[in-house]
């Protein structure tokens, strides 16, 4: 079954340095994406981005980069330049690959990331 | 570009009743998921719409129930509420790309519902 696991319940950071969230997953599929996503404490989920499994290069956006590590089946996030405002949830996803073209997203259990100032 | 907009923002309802959640899809997306996200968890797949059909369902009963209309908004009904259907409700919306798979999901901000 496929599966994401987040093991870093709550992260501390200090404003303006860098940060790796965790994110591991199980799935038996050569097809399937990877995303991160960011929740205030509002509530919206918000897309920050996307890996899938056949890029050679690891993906980027911004501030946001993902650590894509396909042997060892992790998918980290890294934040450069930590800021006031990254304070917030963050969960990993992962998008089930040819057995469904749904693009039903199955969810980390999220890490709570503080930037201090 | 308007996104994902969802209502009402926050519900309060009693065990028994039945509720109905609404969002609009983000402008040019045509398929609309619905996620439970119950407090300190990730969210879990409830079912998608695409072409007023539901296109794949997650492990939840019955009493979950959806419809998607024309112009690609959606709602969701949850009869017979329980104290564990507390939770945010995520509606979220995307684009079936040429080959038929479903693009990225942008989330709306999400219904806050309360049984009591």
């Known amino acids: 079954a496929q599966k994401i696991t987040q093991t870093q319940p709550g992260m501390f950071v200090q404003e303006k340095e860098a940060v790796t969230l965790d994110c591991t997953y199980d799935?038996?599929?050569?097809?399937?994406?990877l995303f991160w996503y960011k929740q205030p404490s509002s509530g919206e989920m918000i897309f920050l981005i996307y890996?899938?499994?056949?890029?050679?290069q690891n993906a980027t956006e911004g501030r946001y980069s993902l650590n894509f590590q396909k042997a060892r089946k992790s998918a980290n996030l890294v934040i450069s330049a930590s800021q006031l405002g990254d304070s917030a949830m963050y969960f990993c996803?992962?998008?089930?690959?040819?057995?469904?073209?749904?693009?039903?997203?199955?969810f980390g259990q999220g890490t709570t990331l503080q930037v201090k100032p | 570009d308007a996104g994902v907009t969802q209502s009402p923002t926050h519900l309060i309802k009693t065990r028994g009743q039945q509720v109905t959640l609404r969002c609009s899809p983000k402008?040019?997306?045509?398929?609309v998921s619905w996620y439970q996200q119950a407090l300190g968890q990730g969210p879990q797949f409830i079912f998608q719409?695409?072409?007023?059909?539901?296109?794949q369902r997650g492990n939840f009963p019955d009493r979950f129930s959806g419809h998607q209309f024309p112009n690609y908004s959606s709602e969701l009904n949850v009869n017979a509420l329980l104290l564990g259907d507390s939770a945010l409700y995520l509606c979220?919306?995307?684009?079936?790309?040429?080959?038929?798979?479903?693009?990225?999901?942008?989330f709306g901000p999400g219904t806050r519902l309360t049984v009591l």
């Open positions: 979220a919306s995307s684009l079936v790309e040429l080959a038929g798979r479903t693009d990225t999901q942008y």
């Open positions: 799935t038996s599929d050569p097809s399937y994406g």
């Open positions: 890996q899938g499994s056949y890029d050679q």
């Open positions: 996803a992962m998008r089930e690959g040819r057995r469904s073209n749904t693009g039903k997203l199955i």
């Open positions: 402008s040019g997306h045509d398929t």
């Open positions: 719409y695409y072409e007023e059909e539901e296109r």
